[in-house]
């Protein structure tokens, strides 16, 4: 009955008759799980091609969609982490695979006489598994596959003549950045020509590996007949892996496909397979959305690990120099593998071609190897790039954590992030205060200025940052905390009357207070004054003053202001400065925070005396009410906090975070 | 066949293909490829399928109005609710509108404004012959009376309009079940 029904099949289709075939095929050299290579590369090709299409379905490619659909996948989707880092590894696997591969065929010889076509094909496997790769790092749309294709496609432009225009439909639109049509063309590129082009030649690769089997069986038998010694080359009576067994014209056994050479195929299918899923066990990360303002370009941004070594031959070349390694080494490198099966016909007598071959592609491969670890060596002890890295991973953190407590609204997660103090505080500190203002505090978060002339504001409103205002307790410089670059080192008021006070007056009135109430109460009552100042910088604006009562404060409190002396200059709520300097009314807050940022001229501010921009008066501030804001609310550790670190705060911490 | 022997390596093997393999190479070969194929297929399925799991949203309640913010007359109410579409997250997106109102007895109605026949906003106005408010949807000019029942004799409206679920929590809160029905159908079929 089945035979009746295959048959009818077979009659209109021809399949099971090439089903046949394929299974009666002959293996040279006998049935082995040396072969399974291709299997492997195939398998994760595979792989790499269904996972994609599972993406598909999921992935949305534009500005303002790419990231937040890639994060919907990995938070929202199930499976949806293991399926994305899946496709990431196999791409690396497939990479990495054709390039043994093509390797192998060298050192073997595996690439002459019958299987040049076959050696070819691998070629331009190879070629469209990198442009793959290359189209999809900047699928995700985050910062570091922005900022590389940028620099990539940019590239271009060192081409004489067509290099302007070659980089405009590239990605897709006049510059300087990318776009969402730069999406949608990579994507169009990563789907129809990389991924539809590596499948169609994969299927030719394998057709013409089998035409060279045919080749190489047909002519062993014939060379039986012939009884005669075949001189050198032998590779017509074998598979890739028995080339260099050259001078025994001996018949070779030969295996079966079906079910023996497929056997250890499958298996070897099964090993890739295997491979990707221990590989995807840890997932891919997310990134941080690419902002494509170029005031934001990643520094930190990297290429894959197959382009590395490309990239670390571009640093011996300066400036419009690297059109050298980026075109012209790289078209070398890779013409040279496509002319190796024709450089392997010289001299074959000798092998001499071979021999040249073998040792051009051991000498790039070093070569690649080496520059490839070279690069990553070179990153690893390179503080800046890990500085710019460790912000860039912080970066992504916290814009997964927003996305995930405040949803992302229709304009994307930028939008989201341009709201958060944590993301666009030290950006805009970095903009505008940072020339005068260190924000250093030891941590991997600091931005250090280039000779501050401004107190450092990392810990505002802390205990320690508070007390080293007044600190009385000389450094091994002789030199006061007040007097430090930290505080008014660097700055005009280093010669002022604060510094005066804290030099001269204030050990004085410490002294007496000491006298009339014991060391141990002055020493309350100087905790407590600073608690005072901690407490002040936490609050959203000044307390409320009733008559002459103020919220929250005991009249304890107010002697206390007065005691120290700290009322004589500045104005506290009820009490007035005699000789008046900036007031502490507030002192920290967010709202004083955000009226000295506006205008450190205002009431009550530095009247005199005052050195810093104005960033948010008149018709055309420097800076919007907003970002004044969040600098704000960065400056105070305001933002919406994690879990772990609403805990901390709540428990009392009010020492520096981190 | 003839009988040879290498000059250089004295092997005499036959030109002879190897035995083939059994019964448990195939079903190796078979297995293993089928699990090597599906691996991948299987984690994409899961992905592809995840959308069975979830609910929709219609069909839930929310808080409206307060029962003392109520009249006989019926009061038009615009609702928003946030909304998830995919990532994104957009807050009091427009959902619809409803009309609420308090009966003589005290009890809260509510119906759907959307005119069951081809779906346009109904409205309040005063009744053509002094009967006081009645609901009048503009478009094909079908009347219902407060209780929502049609007024004509053949009204352009297939059903009478659709009444929501109503809750009162906490003793003066109101809630509504906010449903989307099919237009033109003469029996009240929800859509999704």
Redesign the interface.
Same mark, same amino acid.
């Given at each position: 009955m089945t035979t009746t029904i295959l048959h009818w099949i077979d009659q209109r289709t021809g399949l099971v008759t090439a089903c046949k075939q394929c299974c009666d095929r002959?293996v040279p050299g @006998?049935?082995c799980p040396c072969h399974i290579l291709p299997s492997m590369i195939i398998?994760t090709l595979?792989?790499l091609c269904?996972?994609g %299409?599972?993406l598909w $379905? %999921?992935y949305?490619p534009s500005s303002r969609?790419a990231w937040?659909?890639v %994060?919907? #996948?990995e938070k929202?989707? =199930?499976? @949806?982490g293991?399926?994305r880092a899946?496709h990431h590894m196999?791409a690396q696997l497939l990479v990495f695979l054709i390039g043994v591969y093509i390797l192998l065929a060298v050192f073997r010889g595996g690439y002459r006489v019958a299987r040049k076509f076959v050696f070819w094909a691998a070629l331009v496997m190879g070629l469209l598994a990198l442009g793959g790769c290359l189209t999809g790092d900047l699928l995700p749309w985050t910062a570091n596959g922005y900022s590389a294709t940028l620099v990539r496609t940019k590239f271009l432009l060192l081409i004489p003549f067509a290099g302007e225009s070659l980089f405009k439909i590239a990605i897709g639109g006049p510059g300087p950045g990318l776009t969402s049509l730069t999406l949608t063309r990579f994507f169009a590129l990563h789907i129809g020509i990389f991924g539809a082009g590596i499948i169609g030649v994969a299927c030719l690769w394998r057709w013409l590996d089998g035409k060279a089997d045919d080749l190489a069986l047909s002519t062993? !038998?014939a060379n039986?007949k012939k009884?005669d010694?075949v001189a050198g080359d032998n590779s017509l009576s074998n598979s890739s892996s028995d080339a260099d067994k050259s001078? $025994?014209? +001996? =018949?070779?056994?030969? @295996? &079966?496909f &079906?079910? !023996?050479q +497929?056997?250890f !195929?499958?298996?070897g299918?099964?090993l +890739?397979?295997l491979i990707i899923?221990i590989l995807s066990k840890g997932g891919v990360e997310i990134g941080s959305p690419a902002d494509t303002d170029p005031a934001m370009f990643y520094g930190a941004a990297r290429p894959e690990w197959s382009f590395r070594a490309i990239y670390e031959v571009c640093h011996f070349f300066p400036g419009s120099w690297q059109f050298i390694p980026v075109f012209c080494i790289s078209g070398m490198v890779v013409g040279y593998f496509f002319l190796i099966p024709l450089i392997g016909m010289f001299r074959q007598g000798k092998s001499l071609g071979h021999k040249i071959n073998m040792a051009v592609v051991a000498i790039i491969t070093l070569g690649i190897v080496g520059l490839t670890w070279l690069s990553f060596y070179k990153d690893a002890n390179d503080p800046e790039y890990l500085a710019d890295a460790y912000k860039g991973e912080k970066r992504a953190e916290r814009f997964v954590e927003i $996305?995930e407590k405040? @949803? #992302? =609204? =229709?304009a994307g997660a930028l939008a989201l992030g341009a709201n958060d103090p944590l993301i666009r505080g030290p950006e805009l500190w970095e903009q505008h205060c940072a020339s005068c203002h260190n924000y250093e505090g030891g941590t991997m978060d600091d931005i250090v200025a280039n000779g501050p002339t401004a107190p450092n504001l990392y810990g505002m409103g802390t205990r320690e940052w508070l007390v080293g205002w007044i600190d009385t307790e000389k450094n091994e410089d002789g030199l006061l905390k007040i007097e430090t670059p930290d505080y008014f080192g660097g700055s005009p008021f280093l010669g002022g009357t604060m510094v005066d006070y804290v030099k001269t007056s204030l050990p004085d009135n410490i002294e007496t207070l000491e006298e009339d109430y014991g060391e141990e109460e002055t020493k309350v009552m100087y905790d407590r004054l600073i608690e005072i100042l901690i407490e002040e910088s936490k609050l959203t604006k000044p307390r409320q003053v009733d008559d002459e009562t103020v919220e929250g404060l005991s009249e304890d409190d107010m002697y206390i202001m007065e005691d120290f002396g700290c009322a004589q200059c500045h104005s506290f709520y009820t009490l007035e400065a005699v000789d008046p300097g900036p007031e502490l009314t507030g002192y920290g807050s967010r709202d004083w925070l955000i009226r000295i940022i506006s205008d450190p001229e205002q009431k009550g501010l530095y009247a005199k005396d005052n050195h810093m921009t104005a960033f948010h008066t008149g018709d055309e501030p420097i800076l919007s009410q907003r970002e004044v804001e969040i600098l704000a609310d960065w400056l105070n550790r305001s933002w919406m906090k994690t879990e772990s670190e609403q805990s901390e705060s709540d428990a009392g911490t009010s020492e520096t975070a981190k | 066949m003839n009988d040879k022997t290498c000059s250089c390596c004295s092997s005499t093997k036959q030109n002879e293909p190897e035995p083939r393999r059994g019964f448990l190479a195939k079903l190796i070969a078979i297995g293993v490829g089928a699990a090597a194929f599906l691996t991948p297929v299987a984690v994409g399925l899961r992905a592809f399928f995840s959308p069975m799991q979830q609910k929709s949203g219609a069909g839930e309640f929310m808080k409206v109005t307060t029962v003392d913010a109520l009249t006989a007359t019926p009061t038009r109410i615009s609702l928003t609710k946030d909304q998830v579409d995919a990532w994104n997250f957009v807050k009091a997106a427009p959902l619809g509108t409803i009309f609420v109102q308090k009966k003589a007895d005290g009890q809260i109605v509510a119906f759907q404004a959307c005119c069951p026949h081809a779906g346009c906003t109904i409205g309040v106005t005063e009744g053509k012959n002094g009967e006081g408010p009645l609901f009048l949807c503009p478009c094909h000019k079908a009347w219902f009376d407060l209780s929502g029942v049609r007024t004509q004799k053949s009204s352009p409206s297939p059903r009478d309009m659709d009444m929501l679920e109503v809750e009162i929590r906490n003793d003066t809160e109101v809630w509504v079940k906010y449903q989307n029905f099919q237009t033109g159908t003469s029996s009240q079929i929800a859509s999704a």
């Open positions: 002959k @006998g049935s398998s595979a792989t269904i996972t %299409f599972f $379905c %999921f949305s969609s937040e659909s %994060f919907y #996948i929202m989707v =199930p499976a @949806g293991l399926l899946m196999s062993k !038998n039986d009884d010694q001078s $025994c014209s +001996a =018949p070779q056994p030969t @295996g &079966w &079906w079910p !023996n +497929a056997m !195929n499958m298996l299918a099964l +890739a397979v899923l $996305c405040q @949803g #992302i =609204p =229709p | -």
